[in-house]
């Protein structure tokens, strides 16, 4: 789940009382789900504030991952906000290579060095930029049904995530916003099956893919990513 660097202002812009509130809502209504709060943050928002404010976030140790929206190709701009994540062993991701291109997918992962895209699927126009995600080991997180209704991709059928998986990099299935798109995350999984995109045994290997875990090293925790 995303807490957007903004949010705190419901909050009289107490950060503190923003975490508090979400640890109360985790620990009410899912006390048995492992859950890995994430930092979000527009683009669009002045730099200087977005350092200032991450600060505070960061402060409260409570958040595993950051990621960008907004504006892809302003994503390489962003190295000082990525780079202080990453001291604090943050997993970085951003969105990009949904409407950009698949250069522009290289240059992110490599000026914000992260560890995960946001959709990405723009890399499948390149089998360079394909071959180089792989063996960097970079993962796309992908939304078909957002796709589809944004009009990036036509169809199911045709979406570029079976290319990306067959070219060895490792993809997850996503809902994007619910409320928006309306599909639960084993909706976009049957229809993907229903399309013929993916069978059942390739679909339980990206199942078990996403729900992998992974050792933070500087936090000295486990969580899934």
Known sequence: MSVSIGEEVFYDGAIEELVQAVKRIHK????????????????????????????????????????????????????????????????????????GTAELVRKAVEELELD????????????????????????????PTSNILLSRVENYRVHPIRKLYDNGIKVTINTDDMIIFDQSVSQEFFNLYNAGVF?????????????SVGFNTQSNSYFPF
């Open 28 to 99: 009410i209504y899912a006390p048995d789900v492992i859950f890995i709060p994430e930092i979000a943050f527009s683009s669009y928002t002045p730099i200087d504030e977005i350092n200032e404010k991450l600060d505070r976030f960061l402060d409260q140790h409570y958040f595993k991952s950051i990621d960008m929206f907004g504006d892809e190709f302003k994503v390489p701009t962003f190295k000082k906000v990525f780079r202080k994540a990453k001291e604090k062993g943050l997993i970085l991701k951003a969105h990009v290579g949904e409407f």
């Open 116 to 143: 995960q895209v946001q959709h990405g699927i723009a890399a499948a126009d390149s089998k360079s930029v394909m071959s180089w995600l792989c063996a960097n080991k970079i993962q796309l997180n992908i939304c």
């Open 199 to 211: 069978n059942s045994t390739e679909l339980n290997e990206i199942r078990e893919n996403s729900i």
